[in-house]
């Protein structure tokens, strides 16, 4: 019979060495020599690194709501700046909730393939619908899209609905 330390794994600061019978010197050097070199790195991981990391799942991660740019003051640039990440990332939000949106629409209009126009109607609705609101926060903004310039345009939208009603119905006649 073999004797227990021939089985049991040998380790070499943190990386554990298979001892086997039967293999060459030339093995067991390198089985020694990247222990030596792969083992301060496996025990810094396991030691230090392992027991102080969140454990989440990367696509659950809550970022933080940073200030939009209205509350930002005129000279800070970096505020302007976290306000515009915060817009580019809710931009990509909402692109892909539209995505989605569509995929399931287009699905469904495959899968009901006759009846497709008539038992996807809600799932058509709640896609134009977010289309519309999708166009209506981001449409004629362009490629490069700052929080200044989308604040400025639900600014102007505001003050076009207070004046003249919703968009899309004309201008009020003025009354004398």
């Not at 619908?129 to 903004?141: P, Q, R």
């Amino acid at each position: 019979m073999s004797s227990d330390s021939d089985t049991m794994p040998g380790k070499i600061f943190g990386y554990e060495r298979q001892v086997h019978t039967g293999r060459n010197s030339i093995e067991d050097f390198l089985e020694v020599l990247k222990g030596v070199i792969l083992g301060p790195a496996m025990w810094v991981r396991e030691t230090i690194v392992k027991p102080n990391q969140k454990d989440y799942n990367y696509y659950h991660e809550q970022l933080r709501r940073v200030p939009t740019v209205d509350q930002c003051y005129d000279d800070d640039r970096l505020c302007k700046w976290e306000a515009d990440q915060q817009l580019i990332r809710d931009k990509l939000v909402d692109s892909n909730i539209l995505s989605i949106l569509r995929q399931r629409y287009e699905d469904c209009r495959i899968y009901e393939s006759p009846d497709g126009m008539r038992k996807c109607k809600p799932l058509s609705d709640i896609y134009q619908e977010a289309e519309e609101n999708y166009s209506i926060k981001y449409g004629d903004l362009g490629v490069a899209v700052t929080a200044e310039r989308c604040y400025a345009k639900q600014l102007n939208r505001m003050l076009w609905e207070r004046r003249h009603g919703p968009v899309g119905t004309g201008m009020k006649k003025d009354s004398l």
